[in-house]
């Protein structure tokens, strides 16, 4: 069963960087591709980057392509997000997310509980 | 990208009651969408995926229907447990994959 555990958020000023982390738990880790998807404080969701289970297809948001770095290491069932030069917009609840890959165009179906990012001065 | 738009944003309704749900995409996603159910603090649950899936453990009194552009989320018999916020979201094209705004079900 998937157990998702998000972690690594904080207080970082404008500018700044963030490493998040997110571990499975489980043991099925390596056959999903994994997801970063992201709330800012009482507004809805935003998808923010996407990576395959053998890293070979990675995809980011407008919004955070060339500041945001997706990685991932299957041997200790780990997800990350390195966050660079991060705004004040970047503050948010983020949360890492699963897609089956024996689906077609699959849902987000696991969730982790999410890590609070503030960005602020 | 595609855009998604829920409606409505927020509705009262009682425990017992049909509540609807609507989702429009600015383009046709044939049945790549799912539905989300989020409560305050929590990370969002998947409820239905591909249009009218159930996704396993979800509670029958959730339907999902639509294909193309216009979509349908509902609930047949509304439960306290079931006061919440509902997303839709888009899995058709390749990424960004995009969520409606959300829609609110508040106890009347």
């Known amino acids: 069963e998937v157990q998702l555990v998000a972690s690594g958020g904080g207080l970082v000023k404008p500018g700044g960087s963030l490493r998040l982390s997110c571990v499975d738990s489980?043991?099925?880790?390596?056959?999903?591709?994994m997801n970063w998807v992201r709330q800012a404080p009482g507004k809805g969701l935003e998808w923010v980057s996407s990576i395959s289970s053998r890293s070979n297809y990675i995809y980011y948001a407008a919004s955070v392509k060339g500041r945001f770095t997706i990685s991932r290491d299957n041997a200790k069932n780990s997800l990350y997000l390195q966050m660079k030069s991060l705004r004040v917009e970047d503050t948010a609840v983020y949360y890492c997310?699963?897609?089956?890959?024996?689906?077609?165009?699959?849902?987000?179906?696991?969730w982790g509980q999410g890590t609070l990012v503030t960005v602020s001065s | 990208d595609i855009q998604m738009t829920q409606s409505p944003s927020s509705l009262s309704a009682s425990v017992g009651d049909r509540v609807t749900i609507t989702c429009r995409t600015s383009?046709?996603?044939?049945?790549?969408l799912n539905w989300y159910q989020q409560k305050p603090g929590k990370a969002p649950k998947l409820l239905i995926y591909a249009a009218s899936s159930l996704q396993s453990g979800v509670p029958s009194r959730f339907s999902g229907s639509g294909s193309g552009t216009d979509f349908t989320l509902t609930i047949s018999s509304l439960q306290p447990e079931d006061f919440a916020t509902y997303y839709c979201?888009?899995?058709?094209?390749?990424?960004?994959?995009?969520f409606g705004q959300g829609t609110k079900v508040e106890i009347k």
């Open positions: 979201q888009q899995s058709y094209s390749s990424p960004p994959w995009t």
């Open positions: 997310a699963t897609m089956s890959e024996q689906l077609v165009r699959p849902p987000f179906d696991h």
């Open positions: 383009q046709s996603i044939s049945s790549y």
């Open positions: 489980g043991f099925t880790f390596s056959t999903y591709t």
